[in-house]
């Protein structure tokens, strides 16, 4: 199975902060990423998949890159709606395995 | 809009069966790959499960192996998880979840609001 490490595992940050969230896979996934987002007691909400392409109606200040092993979120200014949990997702093979999340709290 | 919405969670002793369902609309059902991921309490989503569209062909994740099945009704618009032999360990919330399209078949969305499993004697 494909190991996904999302770094950091929490990151405290102000509005309109730039964030940053790190995912490395344990072999390369091609382009073969999403990310998505969780506010707690709800459901995961796709923000960005095949590593860079935005889901419709997400905001333009989230973005994504990488290739191979490692891939990256950004949300360029923070807003508060964006306070959440951030999951990076593999779909290069067979189990489709999550990252441990990035929980983004409100300095 | 389009909408799923899972049932049939619940307590349940460890080695019962539990079915969930998951009955979807507003969208051509028999066109879309169908997904099933858990999420135990405080932690992070793990993957199940997914059955194609028109329901021939079946994965599941080596914790679940020969003790899940997934299935779908195309009539009636309806996913379902039958759960036999469960575990503590299989405690979580379970979502069901929809590939984004009929081409684009392992990212999900939408998902539905989840049903909570808890395997506890």
């Known amino acids: 199975d494909i190991q996904m490490t999302q770094s950091p595992s929490s990151v405290s940050a102000s509005v309109g902060d730039r964030v940053t969230i790190t995912c490395r896979a344990s072999?390369?996934?091609?382009?073969?990423l999403a990310w998505y987002q969780q506010k707690p007691g709800i459901a995961p909400k796709l923000l960005i998949y095949?590593?860079?392409t935005l889901q419709s109606g997400v905001p333009s200040r989230f973005s994504g890159s990488g290739s191979g092993t490692d891939f990256t979120l950004t949300i360029s200014s923070l807003q508060p709606e964006d306070f959440a949990t951030y999951y990076c997702?593999?779909?290069?093979?067979?189990?489709?395995?999550f990252g441990g999340g990035t929980k983004v709290e409100i300095k | 809009e389009v909408q799923l919405v899972e049932s049939g969670g619940g307590l349940i002793q460890p080695g019962g069966s539990l079915r969930l369902s998951c009955a979807a609309s507003?969208?051509?059902?028999?066109?879309?790959?169908m997904h099933w991921v858990r999420q135990a309490p405080g932690k992070g989503l793990v993957y199940v499960s997914r059955i194609s569209s028109d329901g021939s062909s079946t994965n599941y994740a080596d914790s679940v192996k020969g003790r899940f099945t997934i299935s779908r009704d195309n009539a009636e618009n309806t996913l379902y998880l039958q759960m036999n032999s469960l575990r503590v360990e299989d405690t979580a919330v379970y979502y069901c979840a929809r590939a984004l399209s009929n081409t684009l078949i392992n990212w999900f969305d939408p998902w539905g609001q989840g049903t909570l499993v808890t395997v506890s004697s």
């Open positions: 997702q593999q779909a290069n093979s067979f189990p489709l395995t």
């Open positions: 095949t590593t860079s």
């Open positions: 507003g969208f051509t059902f028999s066109n879309y790959w």
């Open positions: 072999q390369g996934i091609n382009r073969w």
